[in-house]
Structure formats: C-alpha cells, structure tokens
C-alpha cells in the first residue's frame, strides 16, 4: 500500500510513540489531507490534539524540498514567535523520518489576505536563523532553477516556456532573511486566536519575495483555495505587507517567479498530476 493511502500510521510506528510516552494506548488517528506530498495524522486525545507527519523521502520534487531536520530545526527555533505549532518530537521509522507537534486551531486561509501579509512581514523580520540552504535570489537563480525543472520535461510546452523566458535581470539582494518556501494557502491556518503557518519542510535563508511569489501565485491559489486571487487582493496583500522597498523587488521579480512556476506546473502534469494543467495556463497568462 502506498504511504499516501494508509488510513493510520504503522502499528510499529504507533508502538515507538507509545514507548516514548507520545501516544497512549488508547489514541485514534484522522487522516489530514491538506498537504501533497508526506503523510499526516491528527493524533485524537492525551493533553490535546497533535499532529504526527510521516515523510516521504522517496519522492524528488524540483521545486520545494522535504527535509524532517529542517521542520524540526525551525520550529523550535520560532517557537516563542506564537505562529509556528509547537514541536513535541522528531524520530526515525525504518528509512523515513517522521515530527510530531501540537494541532493548531484553525482552518486553511481562504480569503481576506492582509493577515497572511503581516505574518509574512513578522517571519521576514525575525532574528537571524542559520538554515544550510539558500534560495534562489535574483534573476540568474531563477534562470538556473527554471532551466533545471524544464530540463526534466519533455513537451511541447517546454519549448515554449523557454521562449517565454523573462530577458531584464535583477542582481541578487544582500537582505536575504529565513523563508517558508511553500506558504501556499493549505500551509496557513486562520484561527480566532490568530494565524498559525505549518509545514516547515522547506525554509531557506533567500530573498523575502520568494515566499511572496508563493503565495500569490496563481496555479497555487488555484490549486489549495479553488481560484486565484482577484487584482483588488493581490494591491491588499502587497500593501498590508509594508515594506515598499521589497514590493517594488517583487514586481520586478514577478515575471520570473511566474515563469519558473509555470515550469514546475508543465514538470507537475507530465509526472502524473493532472490538476497542475489549470495552474499551468495561468501562470502562462501572466507571461
């Protein structure tokens, strides 16, 4: 049975979080569904809701990186912050690592974007954190980045996405900050009690308008909230975020981030995943 169909978690891995005093004996697990790539239980019982994350290291995706150590290093790291969940424990089961953390209230973010704004801003401002890798930052990191995921397709519509290619370079910024790296809609929790952002598996130490481009992006709002976001929600969310200087980068930038984004959507559909081909035409539009 593939990871992504199990209905709870291994009964060997369920035995090692009891041994750890993680779990009890009698705790219930309900599939979560919200994220594409590791499997996610919601942990029922003990001293509140948890959430258990199984990674599947078997899958190689060119565009957003799955690393357990990184999840684990950054929640603890922003715990304190109040908008990451709290980090419980990490392991290993057989060749695969899994986190487990409280449940955050909430549901994904569906509309009004100046929360996700100001989460953004907050995350972009916190004090240094030391992760390995580094985002792409500027135009010739986006050119290398985009080339590299055309370069495992085989379409037509790669030859076309290579004659879209923005031409206008933008020289890389010297106040990189930690990232997200996937701050889709799924990835935002909105609660009454606040804005919580999960699924840490790929943060970076890059530019701010990466995370930016994420969430605005067309094939991703489309793909986690069921459209893209109006022009009106876009001029919100940029002006909620209030740092002109690194709007006006991202504007700049846009073309770019929409281009390699319309290459991971054409890699996406021509591995299988057929619900990437709307988000495809829509980046392509922008172009």
Not at 74 to 82: D, F, I, N, R, V
Not at 159 to 176: D, E, F, G, N, Y
Not at 201 to 218: K, W, Y
Request: hydrophobic share 35%.
């Amino acid at each position: 049975m593939p990871l992504s169909d199990l209905p709870s978690p291994p009964s060997d891995l369920v035995r090692q979080l009891q041994d750890q005093g993680l779990i009890g004996s009698g705790a219930r697990f309900e599939t979560l569904y919200g994220g594409r790539t590791n499997q996610v239980w919601k942990v029922l019982g003990g001293d509140g809701d948890k959430v258990l994350k199984l990674y599947q290291t078997s899958l190689r995706n060119p565009l957003f990186r799955n690393d357990a150590e990184l999840e684990a290093r950054c929640l603890k790291a922003l715990e304190a912050s109040g908008f990451v969940p709290r980090l419980r424990a990490t392991g290993q089961h057989q060749n695969d690592h899994w986190v487990f953390y409280d449940h955050a209230p909430g549901s994904p973010w569906r509309e009004n974007p100046e929360p996700v704004a100001e989460l953004l801003r907050k995350l972009h401002s916190h004090p240094f954190l030391d992760v390995p890798p580094d985002g792409c930052n500027g135009s010739a990191d986006l050119t290398a980045h985009g080339q590299k995921i055309l370069d495992g397709c085989a379409s037509e519509t790669r030859r076309r996405l290579i004659k879209l290619r923005p031409a206008h370079k933008v020289p890389a910024t010297t106040q990189t900050c930690l990232i997200h790296g996937d701050p889709v809609a799924g990835n935002i929790l909105v609660a009454e009690s606040g804005v919580t952002l999960i699924d840490w598996q790929c943060p970076a130490v890059g530019d701010p308008c990466e995370d930016i481009a994420l969430f605005l992006s067309p094939a991703m709002q489309r793909l986690y909230r069921g459209t893209p976001l109006t022009a009106k929600e876009v001029d919100r969310f940029l002006s909620a975020y209030k740092h002109p200087e690194i709007i006006a980068r991202f504007e700049v930038l846009r073309p770019w981030f929409a281009w390699r984004m319309a290459a991971y959507c054409l890699w996406r559909v021509e591995n299988g995943a057929t619900d990437y081909a709307e988000g495809l035409r829509l980046e392509m539009e922008t172009l």
